[in-house]
């Protein structure tokens, strides 16, 4: 008899990227729920090379305004200027969602680790947050984008140009209208079982 999926399985198979995210997101509660989910990820040697910015209300909008100033300074580099509509999708970037968090991987000065290894603890994090978020029953999506290698933009969320913005994961209710499917992965192209 097949065993019946825990619900940490089940968040994790019906965890899908959702856009549309609208209020109430998450309380405050929920918030440091998935907060410590998020630093409760594995990190090779302990040395918790996590950072985490949130973001809600009016600091969605604050942060738009930087990153419009940003985008100015990237194209400005390229002898470019910014369309109107290019400055209103970064004005509201964050606004797409009540609550955005901002996952970096930064470095510790003792214990030197390959970079490979920060990213990838970092990454756990992230995704621990979204099945957090999943399980509570909010919308979710990890978002990237320019921004995230963007100096200036690392420098706002207090870490260093060396170190890694690894995604802005925007969280919500998914709005109405929307149920995303599932996933019912095919694993065959992707495993192999080792011979000699
Ligand atoms: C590192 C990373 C960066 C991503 N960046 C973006 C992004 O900038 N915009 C976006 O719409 N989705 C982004 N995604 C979400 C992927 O598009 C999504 O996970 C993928 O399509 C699989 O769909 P699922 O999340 O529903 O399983 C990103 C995902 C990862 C892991």
């Given at each position: 008899?097949?065993?019946?999926?825990?619900?940490?399985?089940?968040?994790?198979?019906?965890?899908?990227?959702?856009?549309?995210?609208?209020?109430?997101?998450?309380?405050?509660?929920?918030?440091?729920?998935?907060?410590?989910?998020?630093?409760?990820?594995?990190?090779?040697?302990?040395?918790?090379?996590?950072?985490?910015?949130?973001?809600?209300?009016?600091?969605?909008?604050?942060?738009?305004?930087?990153l419009t100033e940003a985008l100015i300074d990237r194209l400005a580099a390229k002898g470019l200027q910014p369309t109107p509509g290019q400055l209103d999708k970064e004005r509201?970037?964050?606004?797409?969602?009540?609550?955005?968090?901002?996952?970096?991987?930064?470095?510790?000065?003792?214990?030197?680790?390959?970079?490979?290894?920060?990213?990838?603890?970092?990454?756990?994090?992230?995704?621990?947050?979204?099945?957090?978020?999943?399980?509570?029953?909010?919308?979710?999506?990890?978002?990237?984008g320019e921004p995230?290698y963007d100096?200036r933009?690392?420098?706002?969320?207090?870490?260093?140009?060396?170190?890694?913005?690894?995604?802005?994961?925007?969280?919500?209710?998914?709005?109405?209208?929307?149920?995303?499917?599932?996933?019912?992965?095919?694993?065959?192209?992707?495993?192999?079982?080792?011979?000699?």
């Amino acid at each position: 008899m097949r065993t019946q999926p825990n619900a940490a399985i089940r968040a994790i198979f019906s965890r899908r990227s959702v856009g549309r995210l609208s209020v109430p997101g998450p309380s405050e509660g929920e918030l440091i729920t998935i907060l410590r989910a998020g630093a409760a990820a594995p990190d090779h040697k302990l040395t918790r090379p996590f950072w985490f910015v949130v973001f809600e209300g009016k600091a969605r909008e604050e942060f738009g305004a930087l990153l419009t100033e940003a985008l100015i300074d990237r194209l400005a580099a390229k002898g470019l200027q910014p369309t109107p509509g290019q400055l209103d999708k970064e004005r509201n970037r964050f606004t797409r969602a009540p609550l955005v968090i901002a996952v970096a991987a930064v470095r510790n000065e003792e214990i030197s680790l390959p970079e490979q290894e920060i990213i990838s603890a970092a990454a756990a994090a992230a995704q621990n947050m979204l099945l957090a978020a999943t399980s509570l029953g909010y919308g979710s999506i990890w978002r990237t984008g320019e921004p995230a290698y963007d100096p200036r933009v690392k420098a706002a969320l207090g870490i260093k140009e060396t170190d890694f913005i690894v995604g802005f994961l925007y969280f919500g209710t998914i709005a109405e209208g929307i149920t995303p499917e599932p996933h019912d992965p095919d694993i065959s192209s992707i495993t192999s079982a080792w011979e000699a």
